[in-house]
């Protein structure tokens, strides 16, 4: 939709296409992230089923597609601790979702995730999967999220906003969030998932620049309704972040498009909006 938007010149609220494409890509997104000097977990892209695993990486390693959100193709089984367990899930993504493969060093510590809205960091969201135990399942898999809150499941993790941890963890994990959000170019909003490793190392999962915004079951609005954000509060903030970023960007872009300085310092008369279209060229005789 964002594509389209842009091609068609229609404002929108949160990240341009290219933001959104990156960081669906995982693995991209990592490359981006170490080259700013933002930890993520070590990790290996699988361009096919039949990929050498690289001896540099420890198990256990969590195995998931490189390309999806919602934690699909990520099962209780995805975390493995030797290869043949390995081999059999890099078949199944394979098989089921028909892309590369991302395998990464399982983070194993506390999950955290992180809102922002413009340049302002949220309270840090903690999901605790201890309460979990009895289900088998200990991460945030495909079933944890379809069936949360389901405690006759076991699938009810508790929630603790602001997240358990200490004044100066917390800045820090704020700090990598920002961090995230600016070097994927986000706009607006986003929520970066991170793990903090029980050594206290955290480390960057992914950034997710169009979290979901349900004021029932999001984890963004927990985040918000933590801050004492009202739902209609966060929407109209971020219309308010998309409408200056659109009032910037169009003062700034305006003398570039009307008047290109030519040679002779002359400035050329604006072209009409309909030049920029493309249109057939006369066929030669
Ligand atoms: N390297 C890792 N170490 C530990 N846990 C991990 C790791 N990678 C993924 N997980 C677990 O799997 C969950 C889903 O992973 P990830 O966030 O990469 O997937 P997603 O499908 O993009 O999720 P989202 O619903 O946020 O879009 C994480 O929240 C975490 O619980
Ligand atoms: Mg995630």
Redesign the pocket.
Known sequence: MPAILESLGVPYTGSNSVTLALALD?AKTKQILVSEGIPT?SWQLFPTPTTRLNTRLGFPL?V?PNR?????G?WRESVVGDEASLRRQVARIYERYHQEVLV????DGT?LTVGMIGDDALPILEIDFSPCKGSGEF???WRM?EFQGDASLGLAPAFHCPARLDAQMAARVHEMARRAHRALGCADFSRT?I?LRADGTPFV??V?PLPGLSPLDSNFTAMTTAAGLSHHALIQRIVELATARYSQTSQTARPACAGTTRDDGSVPAQEPASANRLVASPVAP
Request: glycine share 4%; net charge negative.
């Open positions: 995982k977990p969590i998931k999806e959100g919602s934690s699909k990520i990464e060093e399982f983070v999950e991460f945030y898999s999220k998932d793990r999962l992914e997710n």
